[in-house]
């Protein structure tokens, strides 16, 4: 679970939708749209294999500021997928603006 804050994370999810991913590659930076890269990430035996998306995430610049970091992206995932498949759909079709508000 989400900790009793999953409306707060879905907010702040759309809103990153409306808005680039930023990402460093050795050293320098690139704009990727929202959800627009798709990884599968193993996270154990217990979840097993999930989806992730890239997101602009400030963990990205806080990683690249704070420990140097030449390469760095963020990803964001939810379960089950379908959930995935509905932000990748509201990145690819619903404006820019009325994503941001």
Avoid at 66 to 86: I, R
């Amino acid at each position: 679970g989400s900790g009793g804050v999953g409306e707060t994370i879905l907010a702040t999810s759309v809103l990153l939708l409306g808005e680039p991913a930023a990402q460093f590659v050795e050293g320098q930076r690139r704009d990727v749209g929202a959800y627009s890269e798709r990884n599968v990430v193993e996270f154990g035996q217990k979840v097993g294999k999930r989806e992730c998306f890239s997101l602009n995430l400030p963990e990205v610049f806080t990683s690249r500021e704070a420990l140097g970091v030449e390469t760095v992206s963020a990803y964001f995932g939810t379960s089950p997928g379908v959930w995935n498949l509905a932000m990748r759909m509201m990145a690819d079709l619903l404006p820019r603006d009325l994503l941001r508000s």
